[in-house]
């Protein structure tokens, strides 16, 4: 079997903020991970552990102090780093990505047929007949036909989500990002959404990337995972290697980092993540609102 296919590489990440007391904290400390093409790869972990920061890194909206993030979509020949990349160049690379945003992110001003078409109009060069075909199938695929004549306050939490979805993608992307998608939605909406998110990546055979800290998501749509604490890597390996941790006994748990993920996994109230001895100043920092 030839191994497979790398589309992003990221390569000891570092990015720091300001805490507005003359200092920074470094909220992504050397992060180090691959996406394989057509994997659905769940990034996870406690509140302020960094993965919406590296979310944001991914797509180019943050700068990084250090490290690379390589693409290498279809189109290229060789692998790109878009760290210091300008804008324009950066902007070639978007169109090939897709983003769901926890909120849905729709324009309220516009119905969502006409959100579903924005990108369309904005970054392609398609007469406004094909753009309503293509956002008539787009529809189709998260079954919100019947309401794209709907604005945005008229949609319920699962279906904002849904035409975010289809919104995302409008350009047939090669790799989707998903933040937080079963955020604010009940148990039942939220396996319903899952189990969009697998079909689409089915019928479009896209890369996706979903950050997330609700488990049963993870699990239901895993490849493999990325644990981050601390703003460190960890853990990265197959869904089945984080599902023994999740199983097995705490008594057989050998390592400091295995206790934490278990703890992680199960929602414990007791363990190294919720020890204020063991308390980073990182974690302090986030702790305290810092």
């Given at each position: 079997m030839?191994?497979?296919?790398?589309?992003?590489s990221v390569?000891?990440l570092?990015?720091?903020?300001?805490?507005?007391?003359?200092?920074s904290?470094?909220?992504?400390?050397?992060?180090s991970?691959e996406?394989?093409r057509g994997?659905t790869l769940?990034?996870?972990g406690g509140?302020g552990c960094?993965?919406s920061?590296l979310?944001?890194?991914l797509?180019?909206?943050y700068?990084?102090d250090?490290g690379?993030?390589?693409?290498h979509?279809?189109?290229?020949?060789?692998?790109?780093n878009i760290?210091?990349m300008g804008e324009?160049?950066?902007?070639?690379?978007?169109?090939?990505?897709?983003?769901?945003?926890?909120?849905g992110?729709?324009?309220?001003?516009?119905?969502v047929?006409?959100n579903?078409?924005l990108?369309l109009q904005e970054?392609?060069?398609?007469?406004?007949s094909?753009?309503d075909?293509?956002?008539?199938?787009?529809?189709?695929q998260?079954?919100?036909?019947?309401?794209r004549?709907?604005?945005p306050g008229?949609?319920s939490?699962?279906?904002k989500k849904?035409a975010?979805?289809?919104r995302?993608?409008?350009?047939?992307?090669?790799i989707?990002?998903y933040d937080?998608?079963?955020?604010g939605l009940d148990?039942?909406?939220?396996t319903?959404?899952d189990e969009?998110?697998?079909?689409l990546?089915k019928k479009l055979?896209v890369t996706s990337?979903?950050?997330?800290?609700?488990?049963?998501s993870?699990f239901?749509?895993?490849?493999r995972m990325v644990?981050?604490?601390?703003?460190r890597v960890?853990?990265l390996?197959a869904?089945?290697?984080?599902?023994?941790?999740?199983?097995a006994?705490?008594?057989?748990?050998?390592t400091?980092a295995?206790?934490?993920?278990?703890?992680f996994?199960n929602?414990?109230?007791?363990?190294?993540?919720?020890?204020a001895?063991?308390?980073s100043?990182?974690e302090?920092l986030?702790?305290?609102?810092?």
């Open positions: 030839s191994p497979p296919e790398t589309v992003i390569r000891d570092v990015k720091s903020f300001e805490t507005g007391r003359g200092g904290v470094r909220v992504l400390d050397g992060v991970f996406v394989y994997e769940v990034i996870m509140s960094g993965k920061t979310l944001n890194c797509i180019g909206e700068e990084v250090l690379e993030i390589d693409y979509t279809k189109e290229m020949s060789a692998a790109v760290v210091g324009t160049e950066l902007n070639l690379i978007r169109k090939r990505i897709g983003i769901l945003f926890q909120s992110a729709l324009f309220n001003s516009l119905t047929a006409e579903v078409a990108p970054h392609s060069y398609v007469e406004r094909i753009i075909i293509v956002v008539t199938l787009k529809l189709q998260v079954k919100m036909l019947e309401h004549g709907k604005y008229q949609l939490g699962g279906q849904r975010g979805l289809a995302a993608t409008a350009l047939d992307p090669e989707l990002f937080e998608p079963s955020a148990p039942v909406t939220s319903a959404i969009l998110m697998m079909d990546s055979q990337v979903v950050v997330t800290h609700e488990m049963d993870a239901r749509i895993a490849d644990m981050l604490e601390r703003g960890l853990k390996g869904r089945a290697e984080f599902e023994a941790l999740r199983d006994s705490a008594d057989d748990l050998t400091e295995e206790r934490l993920i278990h703890q996994l929602g414990s109230g007791t363990g190294p993540l919720t020890d001895e063991g308390m100043e990182f302090k986030i702790v305290g609102g810092g």
